[in-house]
């Protein structure tokens, strides 16, 4: 595609509940990268891959949340026992290793 | 830990007025990025500044970044009606000069809302 996709993009989900959000990549974009927005925040980093290799996963907040990308190109975020701060909208972006990131639209969870 | 701090927040001005936002940074980086928010939409990138002295132009947007400072601007000259947007300065905390490690640290973000 054009630019990077995100699925769903928007899920509500129930207090304990397990999502997985999508992020398709720009084709051929070795870094994707992982952000989470809080209303009226600006994003915070959560994670990011060089091919298939996590290299930070620093910014995930607990262990509930998880992130791959198996096979280098497609990613997906997930969050185990969802919880009310969790509400968020989630920002995938890839990058050709040139220093411009490209964002996707983002996936909104709310979490009730 | 890095902290990113613009100013103002929020800005309303009149069309054909010039204005500047700023950008604030604590710690080293040679990399610092804006970019464009609308409501319900993602990050739109506007300009990636990689050097001390950096100066970007794009229409009536002009960036421009000074390292020793820790500053980065963003000018707008003469407003129209559809720079109405959140625009957020983000710099680069990664330790490692290649790119494609990039890890970025947002400002809480300007809302410009330009009235006609």
């Known amino acids: 595609g054009a630019g990077v996709s995100q699925s769903p993009r928007y899920k509500v989900a129930k207090r304990g509940q397990d999502v997985a959000l999508r992020c398709d990549p720009i084709?051929?974009?070795?870094?994707l990268f992982w952000y989470q927005q809080a209303l009226g925040q600006g994003p915070e980093f959560l994670t990011y891959?060089?091919?298939?290799?996590?290299?930070?996963k620093s910014g995930l907040p607990s262990d509930r949340f998880f992130a791959e990308r198996p096979e280098g190109s497609v990613s997906t975020l997930k969050i185990q026992r969802t919880q009310q701060e969790d509400s968020a909208v989630y920002l995938c972006?890839?990058?050709?290793?040139?220093?411009?990131?490209?964002f996707g639209e983002g996936s909104r969870l709310t979490v009730l | 830990e890095l902290k990113v701090e613009q100013n103002p927040l929020f800005l309303s001005m009149q069309e054909g007025k010039n204005y500047t936002i700023y950008c604030n940074y604590s710690?080293?980086?040679?990399?610092l990025y804006w970019y464009r928010q609308d409501p319900g939409k993602s990050l739109e990138s506007l300009f990636v500044l990689l050097s001390n002295g950096a100066v970007k132009q794009e229409g009536r947007l002009m960036a421009s970044l000074d390292t020793k400072a820790r500053l980065s601007t963003l000018h707008i000259t003469a407003a129209v009606h559809d720079l109405s947007a959140t625009y957020f300065c983000?710099?680069?905390?990664?330790?490692?000069?290649?790119?494609?490690?990039?890890?970025?640290?947002f400002g809480t973000g300007t809302r410009l809302t330009i009235i006609p």
């Open positions: 710690t080293t980086s040679d990399r």
């Open positions: 983000a710099v680069d905390s990664s330790l490692i000069s290649n790119f494609g490690n990039e890890k970025l640290t």
């Open positions: 084709s051929g974009h070795v870094s």
């Open positions: 891959f060089q091919n298939e290799a996590q290299l930070d």
């Open positions: 972006a890839s990058s050709l290793l040139t220093g411009e990131l490209f």
